[in-house]
C-alpha cells in the first residue's frame, strides 16, 4: 500500500472512529442523565437548566422504591414471568426446529413457510386476539396469562432450524442404525452440537421476556401481580408524579437485565448476530 493509500486509510478509520465516539454518546447520555437524575431532589429535576451532577446527592428516592412500594413482587413476578417465557419458548422451539429439520411428515414445507411468513405480523397486531381469548380461559392477573401469548418467537425456531441443518448426516444416520430413538439423537447429538447456541438465545429470551410492557400492562390490573416494568409506572402518589422516583424504580428495573447482558455479553452478541443474520 503506497503512503497516500495508507494516510486515506487513516483519515477515514479517524472519521468513522469519530462518528462512532459521538453515536456513542448520544445514544448513552439519556441512561446517564436518568441515572444521575435519581440520586437528586425533586425541585433539581424540574429545573429548567441542565445539571450533570446532582447538587444534594440523596438515596430518599432508591429508599422509597424499596421500602414503599411493592417492587418485591414485581421482581418475583418478573422473574416467574421471563423464565417461564425462556423454558418454554426454547424448549418448543428445539423441537419444532428439529422436526422441521430433520423428520418427514406431511405439511412440513407448508409449516415452514408459514413461520416464515410469520414475520409479516407485527405481534401489536394480535394483542386483542390474546386478550379475549386469556379473559375466556380465566387467565387474567395470573403468571399463565402473562406468559402463554409471549411463547412465540419464530426467529427462535429458524435459528435452531438453520442449525441442526448444518449437522453432519452421518451422526444421524449412525445413530439410527444404533437404534436410537428420536429423543436420544435430540439429546445425545443435536442439543450438545448446538449448546452455545441454546445459550445465547435462552439469554436474549430472557432479556426480552424482562423487558416486555405491552403484554404485561394489558393482561394485568392488581398491583401485585405486575411486572417490574409495569409495576414502575405506578410510582406516584396524590399529589402527582415524582420523576425522581419514577427514575430511581427505572434504574432498580433495569439493573438486573444490565447485569446479565455484561456478564453474558458474549452470548447476547453472538444471539443478536444469528438473529439478525435469518432476517437479513
Do not use: C
Request: hydrophobic share 55%; proline share 5%.
Amino acid at each position: 500500500m503506497t503512503p497516500a493509500a495508507t494516510r486515506r486509510t487513516n483519515i477515514a478509520g479517524a472519521i468513522i472512529t469519530i462518528i462512532t465516539v459521538i453515536a456513542a454518546v448520544i445514544w448513552a447520555f439519556p441512561i446517564y442523565w436518568g441515572i444521575v437524575s435519581s440520586f437528586k431532589l425533586e425541585d433539581e429535576v424540574v429545573r429548567p437548566y441542565i445539571e450533570l451532577w446532582p447538587e444534594h446527592p440523596t438515596l430518599r428516592h432508591y429508599w422509597f422504591a424499596l421500602t414503599q412500594t411493592q417492587i418485591g413482587s414485581w421482581y418475583m413476578n418478573s422473574v416467574a414471568t421471563a423464565l417461564g417465557v425462556t423454558v418454554l419458548t426454547v424448549s418448543t422451539s428445539l423441537l419444532v426446529g428439529y422436526a422441521i429439520s430433520q423428520l418427514r411428515f406431511p405439511g412440513r414445507r407448508a409449516l415452514w413457510y408459514l413461520i416464515l411468513a410469520s414475520f409479516m405480523v407485527p405481534t401489536q397486531v394480535l394483542i386483542i386476539n390474546h386478550f379475549v381469548l386469556i379473559a375466556n380461559m380465566g387467565l387474567l392477573n395470573t403468571w399463565a396469562g402473562i406468559i402463554l401469548p409471549q411463547l412465540i418467537h419464530p426467529v427462535v425456531i429458524i435459528v435452531y432450524k438453520q442449525f441442526f441443518d448444518q449437522v453432519p448426516k452421518e451422526f444421524r444416520e449412525a445413530a439410527v442404525m444404533d437404534n436410537a430413538s428420536e429423543l436420544g439423537i435430540l439429546t445425545k447429538i443435536y442439543i450438545p452440537m448446538n449448546w452455545g447456541v441454546t445459550t445465547a438465545l435462552s439469554i436474549v429470551t430472557f432479556i426480552w421476556a424482562w423487558n416486555a410492557f405491552l403484554w404485561p400492562f394489558l393482561a394485568v390490573t392488581r398491583t401485585e401481580m405486575m411486572t417490574i416494568t409495569v409495576g414502575i409506572t405506578q410510582v406516584s402518589d396524590a399529589f402527582g408524579v415524582y420523576y425522581a422516583r419514577q427514575l430511581a424504580s427505572a434504574v432498580l428495573a433495569g439493573f438486573p437485565v444490565a447485569l446479565a447482558y455484561l456478564l453474558f455479553q458474549r452470548r447476547v452478541t453472538q444471539a443478536i448476530t444469528l438473529s439478525a443474520g435469518i432476517k437479513g
